[in-house]
């Protein structure tokens, strides 16, 4: 029976590494959880039935892009993303405080107002406040909604970081209050802190005091080595709540989110596994593929044998390498949907290892398969 409310269970640790379960009234995630990214509601080149394969809890939507196109007056229309996508379970929405780094030559920040847009596509312009981000998500009617943060490019500045958590700080209780207390939805909050431990635990204490259902690490995977992104989750995991959901957003590989699992976090979203599908390159549990290789163009073996997803154990290496050399659509397509797959194969693994006490043997097994 579905949950009417949004709620988190934490099942047992081995080491910092958690188990656990969130509970939305449109499914169950289990936890460390990989959440693919569709953007523009879609997870790219792949049919929505096909990433239920997969065994794929929830995914990810980008308030931005949304407000832009299809924008609120259509999303309306269908109650929300999940039925204008046909997609059933839970959705996670960015609240477009990526995109005020990620596309800054067309914004301005204003603390009082929020993040103003030239539109990339059309130049018009966009205001995108606080209340504004809720009010779009709401409309997309996601399930785990994100406050509008002020997400800083890599920097040691401090002054810049601590510019962006006094935004991210007003701009969260803002955030909150335009939420208000619907129970069967969820609000994270975001810390930011670039790679200083006491800018870090300064931002988490700050959202504590907000109270929100969870809590995500902002303003990493923006350039930083893999080393120094561990050394600040190990450094400050423990000042998040025990009993509520962490999210590192925007990673990663697996090895990415196997040495961020080790250091205490629950939820991930990264675009690799489609951006790499479209280039050739499929994760498998020997490491990384990349199918452009005149090596595998006489392979007969398939990606995993155990795929039966899309019948994608029936497609040879030879094949897939044929289709990338010709440029078919179907080659991006085949190979995005095997490496969700394997993400989700690969977070089921880390799952059961962390439940029978043996994560550190996994950890140390793969922990370096993938560079």
Same mark, same amino acid.
């Given at each position: 029976?579905?949950?009417?409310?949004?709620?988190?269970?934490?099942?047992?640790?081995? &080491?910092?590494?958690?188990?656990?379960?969130?509970?939305? @009234?449109?499914?169950?995630?289990?936890?460390?959880?990989?959440?693919?990214?569709?953007?523009?509601?879609?997870?790219?080149?792949?049919?929505?039935?096909?990433?239920?394969?997969?065994?794929?809890?929830?995914?990810?939507?980008?308030?931005?892009?949304?407000?832009?196109?299809?924008?609120?007056?259509?999303?309306?229309?269908?109650?929300?993303?999940?039925?204008? /996508?046909?997609?059933?379970?839970?959705?996670?929405?960015?609240?477009?405080?990526?995109?005020?780094?990620?596309?800054?030559?067309?914004?301005?920040?204003?603390?009082?107002?929020?993040?103003?847009?030239?539109?990339?596509?059309?130049?018009?312009?966009?205001?995108?406040?606080?209340?504004?981000?809720?009010?779009?998500?709401?409309?997309?009617?996601?399930?785990?909604?994100?406050?509008?943060?002020?997400?800083?490019?890599?920097?040691?500045?401090?002054?810049?970081?601590? !510019?962006?958590?006094?935004?991210?700080?007003?701009?969260?209780?803002?955030?909150?209050?335009?939420?208000?207390?619907?129970?069967?939805?969820?609000?994270?909050?975001?810390?930011?802190?670039?790679?200083?431990?006491?800018?870090?635990?300064?931002?988490?204490?700050?959202?504590?005091?907000?109270?929100?259902? &969870?809590?995500?690490?902002?303003?990493?995977?923006?350039?930083?080595?893999?080393?120094? /992104?561990? !050394?600040?989750?190990?450094?400050?995991?423990?000042?998040?709540?025990?009993?509520?959901?962490?999210?590192?957003?925007?990673?990663?590989?697996?090895?990415?989110?196997?040495?961020?699992?080790?250091?205490?976090?629950?939820?991930?979203?990264?675009?690799?596994?489609?951006?790499?599908?479209?280039?050739?390159?499929?994760?498998?549990?020997?490491?990384?593929?990349?199918?452009?290789?005149?090596?595998?163009?006489?392979?007969?073996? @398939?990606?995993?044998?155990?795929?039966?997803?899309?019948?994608?154990?029936?497609?040879?290496?030879?094949?897939?390498?044929?289709?990338?050399?010709?440029?078919?659509? /179907?080659?991006? /397509?085949?190979?995005?949907?095997?490496?969700?797959?394997?993400?989700?194969?690969?977070?089921?693994?880390?799952?059961?290892?962390?439940?029978?006490?043996?994560?550190?043997?996994?950890?140390?097994?793969?922990?370096?398969?993938?560079?």
């Amino acid at each position: 029976m579905l949950s009417k409310e949004f709620s988190f269970e934490l099942i047992t640790q081995d &080491g910092k590494a958690r188990l656990g379960k969130i509970s939305t @009234p449109r499914g169950i995630i289990d936890t460390p959880a990989f959440m693919p990214v569709g953007t523009q509601g879609t997870v790219k080149g792949i049919f929505t039935d096909d990433i239920l394969k997969t065994n794929t809890q929830i995914i990810l939507g980008n308030t931005y892009h949304l407000l832009l196109r299809p924008g609120i007056e259509v999303l309306n229309k269908f109650n929300g993303l999940h039925n204008f /996508m046909n997609w059933n379970k839970p959705i996670l929405t960015d609240s477009g405080g990526y995109q005020i780094m990620s596309l800054s030559k067309f914004n301005k920040i204003d603390k009082k107002i929020g993040a103003i847009f030239s539109s990339h596509l059309d130049g018009k312009k966009i205001i995108l406040s606080p209340e504004k981000s809720i009010q779009v998500q709401k409309s997309i009617n996601s399930d785990i909604i994100m406050v509008l943060d002020e997400c800083p490019k890599l920097t040691t500045d401090k002054k810049i970081l601590s !510019k962006a958590i006094n935004v991210s700080t007003n701009w969260a209780k803002r955030s909150k209050v335009e939420f208000g207390n619907d129970r069967s939805k969820a609000l994270f909050g975001i810390a930011q802190g670039g790679l200083f431990k006491d800018l870090r635990v300064e931002s988490i204490e700050k959202l504590i005091e907000i109270d929100f259902n &969870g809590y995500a690490m902002g303003g990493l995977a923006v350039g930083e080595k893999q080393l120094d /992104m561990f !050394k600040i989750l190990n450094e400050t995991t423990d000042y998040l709540p025990k009993k509520k959901p962490r999210y590192l957003m925007g990673v990663g590989t697996p090895s990415d989110i196997l040495g961020a699992v080790n250091e205490g976090i629950d939820m991930f979203d990264c675009v690799m596994p489609t951006r790499s599908g479209r280039t050739g390159l499929a994760f498998t549990w020997n490491g990384k593929i990349n199918l452009k290789n005149a090596k595998y163009q006489n392979d007969t073996s @398939p990606l995993d044998e155990n795929c039966k997803v899309r019948d994608l154990n029936k497609y040879s290496k030879s094949y897939l390498n044929h289709l990338i050399k010709s440029n078919e659509l /179907m080659a991006s /397509m085949l190979i995005s949907l095997h490496n969700i797959y394997f993400y989700q194969q690969f977070m089921r693994e880390i799952q059961k290892n962390i439940n029978n006490g043996t994560f550190r043997l996994f950890y140390k097994k793969y922990i370096n398969m993938f560079d």
